[in-house]
C-alpha cells in the first residue's frame, strides 16, 4: 500500500512511517514544508534500511496515498486539511490526532465536533474516516525492534474502512479491535489523555492499553 | 470501613457491594425506596454470608457512611445528592458514574461539568470527590469466586481521597493507577464507552482494560 502521512514529520507520524517502511509498505511522508518532509524522509530511509519513503508537501502526498493518514496536531486540521479535501475523496483516511492541551486547566480538550476524527470528517466530507493509532507510544513506534505492547482501537463509520486500518495494524504486530462508529472517537482520543498521565506520574514513556475479555 | 453506596440496588453498585463485604467492609446500600434497600441487603447477605449489609434511603445511607460511593444513573444526579450533601460534607465520595445514553446518537454524553464525576463534585462541593471503579463489569463483580481482570483507575484532587478509593480497590484485588485531576474524569469515564461497545460487538459481558507500562 502506498501510505500517505500528513504531519509525517511529527514523532508519532515519523514512527509509524518507519513501522510500516519496515512491513514492505510505500510511505509519502507529508508536511507544510516539503523540504522537512523530505529530510525526515531521507532520516527514515537511513534508519529502515526502505528506500520507498519519500516527502512531499501535505497535499502532494495526499494525492499520492492511497491511504491518508492524519497525524497533524489537533489546532493545525483547519488550517491544513482543506487544500487536500480533493485529494481525499472516497480514501481511507485514518486520523491519529488527539486534542490535547497540555499546561491548560484541562488536558482532553476535544473539538466542538466532539473528536478530531469527527473535525477530520467534516472537513473531509467524502472520505471514509478511522479513527486509530491513538494510543501507540511515539517511544514504542521508534523501537523498531520490539512488539508493541497495545491493542488497537479502531472506529468509523465505514466497516471496509475500519478493515483497512485495522489490516495496518496487524502489519505492525497489533491486535485490532472494533472500538464502534465515529461517535465514539471522543471516548478513545481520551484514552490517549489517561494515558499521557500515567506516563507523566509513573515516569514512563510507553504506557498503552490491552482490553481484556475478547 | 463503613461503605454506604448510593443507587446500591443497582447492578454495579450491588456487585460492588458484595465484593467489599466479602473483604470485610460494613455495606450501607441505599437506594430512594428504604424498603428496596433492605430486599437488596438481604439478597446479598444471603448470596455473600456477610451479616454486616444493611439497607437504607440514600441520605441515610450517606449519612451512615464513612465513605459515600455514588452509583447512581448519570441522569439521576441532580434529583438525588442535593439532600446528600450535608452528610457527605468532608467525606471521600467515589463516583462509579457513566454518563452513557443508550440508543441515542451518540453513546458517550457527558455533562456539561466534562463528566459525571465533576458534575458529583458540583453537587456535592464540600465533599472529596474520586472518579474510580467505572470499568469493572458488573458481571464481573457478581462472580465473587474469581479474580478480576481490569486495572482501577482513579482521578481526583484530593490525594489522600485518591489512596482510599485505591485501598477499596486493592480489598477486591485490583492494581490501582493514579491517572490525575478529576478533570481527566471524562475520559476515564469515556472509557466505558468504549468497552460497552467492544462488549456488544464481540458479545462479551466483561471486557476491561489493563494498562500496559507501569
Known amino acids: 500500500m502506498d501510505i500517505a502521512i500528513l504531519g509525517?514529520?511529527?514523532?508519532?507520524?515519523?514512527?509509524l512511517?518507519?513501522?510500516?517502511?519496515?512491513?514492505?509498505?510505500?510511505i509519502l511522508i507529508g508536511s507544510r514544508d516539503a523540504e522537512r518532509a523530505a529530510a525526515k524522509a531521507a532520516e527514515l530511509r537511513e534508519r529502515t534500511?526502505?528506500?520507498?519513503?519519500t516527502g512531499h508537501?501535505?497535499?502532494?502526498?495526499?494525492?499520492?496515498g492511497e491511504i491518508v493518514v492524519v497525524a497533524l496536531p489537533a489546532t493545525g486540521l483547519a488550517a491544513t486539511l482543506p487544500e487536500a479535501r480533493e485529494a481525499c475523496r472516497g480514501k481511507v483516511v485514518v486520523s491519529t490526532v488527539v486534542p490535547l492541551t497540555f499546561g491548560g486547566p484541562r488536558l482532553f480538550t476535544p473539538p466542538p465536533a466532539g473528536s478530531s476524527a469527527e473535525e477530520v470528517q467534516a472537513l473531509l466530507p467524502e472520505a471514509r474516516v478511522v479513527g486509530a493509532f491513538h494510543h501507540i507510544a511515539?517511544?514504542?513506534?521508534?523501537?523498531?525492534e520490539h512488539a508493541i505492547e497495545c491493542d488497537l482501537l479502531v472506529c468509523g463509520a465505514d466497516a471496509a474502512a475500519k478493515e483497512t486500518a485495522m489490516e495496518l495494524g496487524r502489519?505492525?504486530?497489533?491486535?485490532?479491535?472494533?472500538?464502534?462508529?465515529l461517535t465514539n472517537a471522543g471516548p478513545v482520543e481520551g484514552i490517549t489523555a489517561v494515558l499521557a498521565t500515567i506516563n507523566r506520574r509513573y515516569k514512563l514513556k510507553n504506557s498503552g492499553i490491552k482490553i481484556t475479555g475478547p
Chains 1, 2 share one sequence.
Open 171 to 181: 502489519s505492525m504486530g497489533l491486535r485490532p479491535l472494533d472500538a464502534g462508529p
Open 138 to 144: 511515539a517511544h514504542e513506534l521508534s523501537a523498531t
Open 17 to 26: 512511517g518507519a513501522r510500516w517502511a519496515l512491513a514492505g509498505h510505500a
Open 8 to 15: 509525517g514529520t511529527g514523532k508519532e507520524g515519523a514512527g
Open 57 to 64: 508537501g501535505n497535499a502532494e502526498a495526499a494525492r499520492r
Open 49 to 53: 534500511g526502505k528506500p520507498s519513503i
